[in-house]
Each structure stands twice: as C-alpha cells, then as structure tokens.
C-alpha cells in the first residue's frame, strides 16, 4: 500500500502508485485545462505533487511545454536569482565491491586500475584543487568495507579540512559514498560534511536488483531507506538524484518526486538537492547498451519541471553534460554545477589519464576559469559561498531563508564576496575583469541597505587580502 509516511522503501516509492500516476499521466495529458490549472498552481510556488507532476511530463502541447520552460526560468529567476554554485568532485578510491553493471568500478572490472588515495596523495589533490580555486567538494568512492571503511573516509574529511594552501581552503565537503548505518551517519555529520548525497539510480525495484546483481548495493530497500538513516543520524540535508537512461524516465520521474514527499513528510524538510546525472561511457561500459537514454529536449523538460514542482530544493549539473547542455539546462533552473572535474582517483594532482582509473566521461573539460568566464558571460554570478551549513542553516533553516525570499540579503552578497576572493586568488586577467564588472553591478540588487553597505566594506578587505567574510 501506498503510504508516504511509511518508512519502508515499498511503501513509500510503490510500485503500483507509480503504475497509476502514469496512467493517470496518460490519460490526462492532452486535457489542457487540467494542465493549465496546475500551472497557475505551481505559479504559487507550493510545488506539486509526482501526480500532477506527471502529467505535465507525459503533455506534448507545443504551446504548454513553453510555458513550463518559462515557469521554470521565472522561478529559477525569482528564487535562486542569477547565482551559480561551484563545486568539485574528489574522487578518493575505486575500489568496490558491488556489481553496478553500469559502472566501471564493478568488482568484475580486471581492467581498470584500482587506486586508493594515501592521506598525502589527498593533500595534494586538495592543493591542486585549492590552486585552481574551488571551496566546496563532493567525496566520492566506491563502497568497500575492507578498503574503504568509515574511518578511511572520516580521516579523509579531516585532512581536507585542515589543508590551508596559500589563501585556499575547503570549506565544505559533500560526500557521495554507498548507504551506510545511523551510526555512520552520526559520524559523518560529527565530520562537518555539508549534504549527503546518493543517487537512487533506479526508483524501478525489479530493475534496480537485475542492475546491482551482486555486493552489498543488490539490497533495494536498505538502498532505498538511506536517506531515512541519514537524517536520523542528524544529517538534515541530503541530495537525491536518478541516474537517467537505466529505467523509464516517466517512472524515474515519479519516484523522485515520491521520494521527496517522503522526506518532507516524515522528517518535515524535502530534498536539499537533486543531481540529474545521464549515464555515460566508461571502461567497460558502453551507454548504448542501456536502451532508456534520453534526449537533450526530455533532459531539458525534466530540469524544468524539477525546477517547478520542488522549487525550493537546489538543482545539480555535472560535468557529464557538455557546455551546450549545461547552458541550457542552468536558465531552467539549475543552482549548482561542477567545473574542471577529474573522475579518477588521484586526477587533480597527476592529470590520472595514464591510468585508467577514471568513472566516466566527461564532457565539459574546460578549466575552472574558463567555466567561471562563461557563467559571466552569460549573465550568471559565479559562487563559491559555503555560508548556510557553517552558519547553521540547513534543512528547514535553509528552507526558511528560501521562503522567507532572504536569498537575495544573504546568498547574493556571499556569492559576489567569494567571487572576489577568486578573482583576487586565481582569475586571468580577462575573466578578472569580467568579474570586476559584475561585482559593480550586482551590488545595486542587494536589497537591504545595511546588507550592502557591508557587503562594500568586505569587498575592499577582500582586496586588502583578507578572507572568508560570510552573511
Ligand atoms: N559508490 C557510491 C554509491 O554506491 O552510491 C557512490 C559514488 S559513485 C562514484 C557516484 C555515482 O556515479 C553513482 O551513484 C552513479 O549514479 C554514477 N555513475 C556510475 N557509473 C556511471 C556512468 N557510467 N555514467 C554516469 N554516471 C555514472
């Protein structure tokens, strides 16, 4: 039975709710009344629910479609403004135990190079990483309790915190690592991580478990239920996502938004993120083989309604998308990317392309500079602001900064005062001015006037060589 309180993954991403939604989705896909009711609804800004959410996926309606694209762009504007969030991935081991037949750290994989981070090589990925300016990582490594056990991972979180490279320094780290207990997650939140994020891969059980034949992952509900741990564990801001190109992405679609309902209503506070990673090529793995690829417009329509149905949860974009993706995909809603990443271990210090240790492709290689010099140029302020977790807004906090529209006091002046200190630290000097111009203008549309005048006086401590200034 469909119960979104229930704590039991089938229950609260059931099968047959999903089956009905997409029947429902079907059957009411060409009413364009009904449609456009639930657009004036999501206009409120109350999302909505993976029914209704359904059926503007499943509607073909040139007219509509557009609609939702400019709903989405509109919210994207009003909410999130123009920032963009940066962050990078650190990959720290590749050792795994699981059967991911779409990864190629599968424990079957004799070909790829296995490779586990000493505590030295991560300082020198960090510094490499501190060098070309980021300030926020995601850890990521494959699940292995003998190579890669918590404590691995905790002493890791230590060593990148405590590395100070000239003016760098990481001052958040996400970590991306396979479901663990309440008591590892207490743990993790004691390290001081930002968000815990897991991919679901696939909401679609009896695919989930062809696709994760063997290791510890094959358990759908212990998988599913992570995030119910983490949050008992204190962690109070997870990110969700879907790998897309496994399952149907109507089904794919439900269950997501099923997933955040069920957060919101047990733990009284949804998803802090979503990542919408597509599956790529990879040793070993070739995409096509997966038949529920999608097209860049089903990509595009999914970020939008994303965008609209759960408008106050941060939208992720990797460097698996390409530059002419990303571009469009940010204007519908995304609030996070990632540039310059390395997916092999050890591949920020050494370049890691002699050894084959990397994930997947990736399709964006510019530098983080080039990355940052285009969001500008298309109108976007760069940020690399760690403020919220470090000053104790997460979960509902955050979501009440984001309701109560304190963004544009709060987020706005700490993106253009991280932005300063990379252009002070590590820009060119054409993205330098760039940057230098946008700081100038985007100061007028920090609303409150005290807010502001601060803002100004951190700005030219900034450029007095003074560092880490947060609202
Ligand atoms: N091992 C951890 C786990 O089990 O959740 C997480 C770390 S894994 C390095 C991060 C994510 O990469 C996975 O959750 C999966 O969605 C994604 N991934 C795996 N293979 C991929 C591929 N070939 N293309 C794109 N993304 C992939």
Same mark, same amino acid.
């Given at each position: 039975?469909?119960?979104?309180?229930?704590?039991?993954?089938?229950?609260?991403?059931?099968? !047959?709710?999903?089956?009905?939604?997409?029947?429902? %989705?079907?059957?009411?896909?060409?009413?364009?009344?009904?449609?456009?009711?639930?657009?004036?609804?999501?206009?409120?800004? &109350?999302?909505?629910?993976?029914?209704?959410?359904?059926?503007?996926?499943?509607?073909?309606?040139?007219?509509?479609?557009? &609609?939702?694209?400019?709903?989405? !762009?509109?919210?994207?504007?009003?909410?999130?403004?123009?920032?963009?969030?940066?962050?990078?991935?650190?990959?720290?081991?590749?050792?795994?135990?699981?059967?991911?037949?779409?990864?190629?750290?599968?424990?079957?994989? &004799?070909?790829?190079?296995?490779?586990? *981070?000493?505590?030295?090589?991560?300082?020198?990925?960090?510094?490499?990483?501190?060098?070309?300016?980021?300030?926020?990582?995601?850890?990521?490594?494959?699940?292995?309790?003998?190579?890669?056990?918590?404590?691995?991972?905790?002493?890791?979180?230590? +060593?990148?915190?405590?590395?100070?490279?000239?003016?760098?320094?990481?001052?958040?780290?996400?970590?991306?690592?396979?479901? +663990?207990?309440?008591?590892?997650?207490?743990?993790?939140?004691?390290?001081?991580?930002? +968000?815990?994020?897991?991919?679901?891969?696939?909401?679609?059980? !009896?695919?989930?478990?062809?696709?994760?034949?063997?290791?510890?992952?094959?358990?759908?509900?212990?998988?599913?239920?992570?995030?119910?741990?983490?949050?008992?564990?204190?962690?109070?801001?997870?990110?969700?996502?879907?790998?897309?190109?496994?399952?149907?992405?109507?089904?794919?679609?439900? $269950?997501?938004?099923?997933?955040?309902?069920?957060?919101?209503?047990?733990?009284?506070?949804?998803?802090?993120?979503?990542?919408?990673?597509?599956?790529?090529?990879?040793?070993?793995?070739?995409?096509?083989?997966?038949?529920?690829?999608?097209?860049?417009? +089903?990509?595009?329509?999914?970020?939008?309604?994303?965008?609209?149905?759960?408008?106050?949860? $941060?939208?992720?974009?990797?460097?698996?998308?390409? &530059?002419?993706?990303?571009?469009?995909?940010?204007?519908?809603?995304?609030?996070?990317?990632? $540039?310059?990443?390395?997916?092999?271990?050890?591949?920020?210090?050494?370049?890691?392309?002699?050894?084959?240790?990397?994930?997947?492709?990736?399709?964006?290689?510019?530098? *983080?500079?080039?990355?940052? %010099?285009?969001?500008? #140029?298309?109108?976007?302020?760069?940020?690399?602001?760690?403020?919220?977790?470090?000053?104790?807004?997460?979960?509902?906090?955050?979501?009440?900064?984001?309701?109560?529209?304190?963004?544009?006091?709060?987020?706005?002046?700490?993106?253009?005062?991280?932005?300063? #200190?990379?252009?002070?630290?590590?820009?060119?000097?054409?993205?330098? !001015?760039?940057?230098?111009?946008?700081?100038?203008?985007?100061?007028?549309?920090?609303?409150?006037?005290?807010?502001?005048?601060?803002?100004?006086?951190?700005?030219?401590?900034?450029?007095?060589?003074?560092?880490?200034?947060?609202?």
């Amino acid at each position: 039975m469909y119960n979104p309180k229930s704590l039991k993954a089938e229950e609260f991403i059931n099968h !047959e709710e999903i089956l009905d939604t997409l029947k429902y %989705a079907d059957e009411n896909k060409d009413n364009l009344e009904l449609v456009d009711s639930l657009l004036k609804k999501a206009e409120e800004l &109350k999302g909505l629910t993976h029914r209704e959410a359904s059926v503007l996926l499943a509607c073909e309606d040139q007219e509509r479609v557009q &609609k939702m694209y400019d709903l989405a !762009e509109k919210i994207k504007k009003d909410f999130y403004g123009n920032r963009i969030v940066m962050f990078a991935p650190l990959y720290l081991s590749n050792y795994c135990v699981n059967g991911c037949v779409y990864c190629p750290y599968h424990l079957k994989n &004799k070909h790829i190079c296995r490779k586990k *981070l000493t505590q030295e090589e991560i300082e020198r990925e960090v510094i490499a990483l501190q060098d070309m300016g980021h300030k926020r990582l995601a850890i990521e490594a494959g699940e292995d309790p003998v190579n890669n056990p918590i404590e691995y991972i905790l002493e890791s979180i230590k +060593t990148i915190y405590s590395i100070k490279h000239k003016n760098g320094a990481i001052r958040r780290v996400n970590v991306n690592i396979a479901a +663990t207990t309440v008591e590892n997650y207490r743990k993790l939140k004691e390290a001081e991580i930002g +968000t815990y994020i897991l991919f679901q891969e696939t909401y679609h059980k !009896e695919s989930y478990e062809k696709l994760h034949p063997t290791g510890p992952k094959h358990n759908y509900a212990y998988h599913t239920e992570a995030m119910d741990r983490a949050m008992e564990g204190g962690i109070d801001d997870v990110g969700l996502g879907v790998l897309f190109g496994l399952e149907l992405y109507r089904y794919e679609f439900a $269950g997501l938004l099923m997933h955040a309902e069920h957060l919101e209503a047990v733990h009284g506070v949804g998803p802090h993120t979503i990542s919408v990673p597509r599956i790529k090529r990879a040793e070993d793995i070739d995409p096509d083989v997966f038949d529920n690829g999608i097209s860049d417009e +089903t990509f595009a329509k999914i970020c939008a309604l994303i965008r609209i149905c759960v408008p106050y949860t $941060g939208m992720i974009i990797s460097t698996r998308e390409s &530059k002419e993706v990303r571009e469009k995909v940010i204007r519908l809603g995304v609030s996070q990317i990632s $540039g310059a990443s390395r997916t092999s271990v050890g591949g920020y210090a050494d370049g890691g392309e002699e050894e084959n240790s990397q994930q997947f492709d990736v399709s964006d290689q510019r530098t *983080l500079d080039e990355v940052v %010099a285009w969001l500008m #140029e298309n109108g976007y302020i760069p940020s690399f602001c760690t403020a919220c977790y470090r000053e104790g807004r997460t979960g509902d906090r955050f979501m009440a900064l984001c309701k109560n529209r304190q963004i544009q006091n709060c987020c706005h002046p700490n993106a253009l005062m991280t932005l300063k #200190e990379f252009l002070m630290d590590y820009a060119s000097q054409h993205t330098k !001015e760039l940057g230098e111009k946008m700081i100038e203008q985007e100061l007028d549309n920090i609303p409150n006037e005290k807010v502001r005048e601060l803002c100004k006086k951190h700005l030219i401590d900034i450029s007095n060589n003074k560092r880490d200034f947060r609202f």
